[in-house]
């Protein structure tokens, strides 16, 4: 059983921070990409930003040079830190990690957070 549980929404300023914790606990063998994606009513979930296993990070064009993925690999944690945020951040963040819990098979799956929501008012 793998959970991952999440932290740090709120409600904030235009211009404010805000950073997201996403920790992965469980029968984990292995993490491989881990990374942060958002949704609003009526749109599909899309992805805000991502880090491999190795540190490469990937983000989304609306968010680059705002936000910051960063993992602390032996807490099995993955952070987002938000800065400049604009109203159109405004979403439910889930986080996402593909993750394998059987050492012999070498497969993997994603595994979701329950989501958590930020606010940036207009």
């Known amino acids: 059983q793998v959970q991952l549980v999440e932290s740090g929404g709120g409600l904030v300023q235009p211009g404010g921070s805000l950073r997201l914790s996403c920790a992965a606990s469980g029968s984990i063998f292995r993490i491989h990409t881990m990374g942060w994606y958002r949704q609003v009513p009526g749109k599909q979930r899309e992805l805000v930003a991502a880090i491999t296993s190795s540190g490469s990070p990937n983000y989304a064009d609306s968010v680059k040079g705002r936000f910051t993925i960063s993992r602390d690999y032996p807490k099995n944690t993955v952070y987002l830190q938000m800065n400049t945020l604009k109203p159109e951040d405004t979403a439910v963040y889930y986080c996402?990690?593909?993750?394998?819990?059987?050492?012999?098979?070498?497969?993997?799956?994603?595994?979701w957070g329950q989501g958590t929501q930020v606010t940036v008012p207009s």
């Open positions: 996402n990690a593909n993750i394998q819990t059987d050492w012999s098979t070498g497969s993997s799956r994603a595994y």
